[in-house]
């Protein structure tokens, strides 16, 4: 008799109930999927591809982070309570049981967490990417700025493309060598192309490499060997430019990229703490028997 008594005590209760733990984590999922989408929506609509318009990228990474902790905070205090308030709590009393609400609530944040990310690698928006995203098109645009409307969209990123599209450039009334003197168009700008490349990483142009280069513009332009040095001179100093002004777009980028990344990391550990607090609070008003209203409104 004593044994059929103790198996039908309230204590052999299960102290974990997986099935408020997932269906808090549904809703924390869905309420985080629901709020970044939202919000990636509305930084996209305040950045422009266009210079000088648009919020700047430090702001939107600003608005980025501070949605970012809002999101986890609202979707995983909401599912932390749910998960609470639907267990039955009759496995112990007092702070044990307010350990189990809040143990309750850490569960549904680690299932939340799995499902965000399972969400957002079948196409979710994901706040840490869209300030990627704004910083690479940034940098994709001021490279077109530089360009100019002639450049292909290879050379608006390639500064030994555009340094040779520069030194070729035909001047002017000049008298340019014949076609047959010129020799295979394809083979020379590939070694042009290897020479800026060089000077570009070597951050030097040896005499040499120099009086090569004033030779061919003088060739195949026709400009005086002092026009032809001045013109070498610009374009090494516009690839050395725009090989800057890229390197710099992308430190930018992954800058932007390492403190949406720990500002997501901060705000899920801050969506822990709410998770277990909600859960807490709400396994607290379920014991209490705290009706929920919304505006007068019983809702629970």
């Known amino acids: ?34 709020a970044i989408a939202f919000g990636g929506a509305v930084g996209l609509s305040l950045t422009s591809p266009w210079p000088n318009s648009g919020i700047s990228l430090w702001s939107s990474l600003v608005f980025v982070g501070y949605w970012s902790v809002v999101v986890q905070i609202m979707s995983f205090a909401a599912g932390g309570y749910l998960a609470a308030r639907l267990r039955s709590g009759v496995a112990m009393r007092g702070e044990h049981n307010r350990f189990d609400d809040g143990a309750h609530g850490l569960l549904m944040w680690a299932i939340g967490i799995i499902m965000m990310a399972i969400l957002a690698a079948f196409g979710g928006t994901v706040a840490a990417g869209n300030a990627s995203r704004i910083a690479a098109g940034g940098a994709a645009g001021a490279g077109a700025a530089m360009s100019g409307p002639s450049s292909s969209a290879t050379a608006a990123i390639n500064p030994s493309e555009t340094a040779t599209a520069l030194l070729l450039r035909p001047v002017p009334g000049a008298t340019p060598a014949p076609d047959a003197a010129r020799g295979d168009d394809a083979a020379l ?43 070498v001179t610009e374009a090494v100093n516009e690839a050395r430019d725009l090989e800057i002004r890229a390197r710099d777009a992308a430190d930018k980028a992954r800058k932007a990229s390492v403190i949406a990344g720990f500002t997501l990391a901060v705000g899920m550990l801050i969506g822990l703490v709410a998770a277990c607090a909600a859960a807490v609070l709400g396994g607290t008003q379920r014991d209490e028997e705290v009706e929920v209203a919304i505006f007068g409104h019983r809702i629970w």
């Not at 142009?205 to 332009?221: C, H, N, P, Q």
């Open 1 to 34: 008799m004593a044994t059929i008594l103790a198996s039908a005590s309230p204590a052999a209760t299960a102290r974990i109930e997986w099935g408020p733990v997932i269906a808090g984590a549904l809703v924390a999922a869905a309420l985080g999927t629901i």
């Open 189 to 231: 700008r590939a070694d042009l192309a290897r020479v800026f490349a060089s000077v570009v990483r070597n951050r030097e142009l040896t005499t040499r490499d120099r009086d090569y280069l004033a030779g061919i513009v003088s060739a195949r332009t026709g400009a005086t060997e002092a026009d032809a040095r001045q013109r």
